[in-house]
């Protein structure tokens, strides 16, 4: 296991819901935005949702706007992902990031985010 951990994915249905935990292990989150990205076989990665390192401002990819909410435990060095009316588009390995410096921008790129989870797996059936 690497410094982040993702857990929560499972093999549901459409319209269902899932909630994402990653979990820190011995790096810290607190100063650090945070984000989601996510992959489908055969396709690049693409971003699905960011917070910034206070849990004040958030960013949504258009294709998850009013379903996913992204939210942060500094405490507990955890970030959520609470992911509801699941589409079979929604199908993919998603994977948390940590933004490269210290109190950095939000940003879109998988570039910009330097640490990574192993990922895992989100099924949505029709």
């Known amino acids: 296991q690497g410094p982040l951990v993702e857990s929560g994915g499972g093999l549901v249905q459409a319209e269902d819901s899932l909630r994402l935990t990653c979990a820190a292990s011995?790096?810290?989150?607190?100063?650090?935005?945070m984000a989601w990205f996510r992959q489908a076989p055969g396709k690049e990665r693409e971003f699905v949702a960011s917070i910034d390192p206070n849990g004040v401002r958030t960013d949504y990819a258009e294709s998850v706007k009013g379903r996913f909410t992204i939210s942060r435990d500094n405490a507990k060095g955890m970030v959520f992902l609470e992911m509801n009316n699941l589409k079979p588009e929604d199908t993919a390995v998603y994977l948390c990031?940590?933004?490269?410096?210290?109190?950095?921008?939000?940003?879109?790129?998988?570039?910009?985010?330097?640490?990574w989870g192993q990922g895992t797996q989100v099924t949505v059936s029709s």
């Open positions: 011995g790096l810290s989150l607190r100063s650090f935005a």
């Open positions: 990031a940590r933004y490269r410096i210290m109190w950095g921008r939000m940003t879109m790129s998988a570039d910009d985010y330097r640490d």
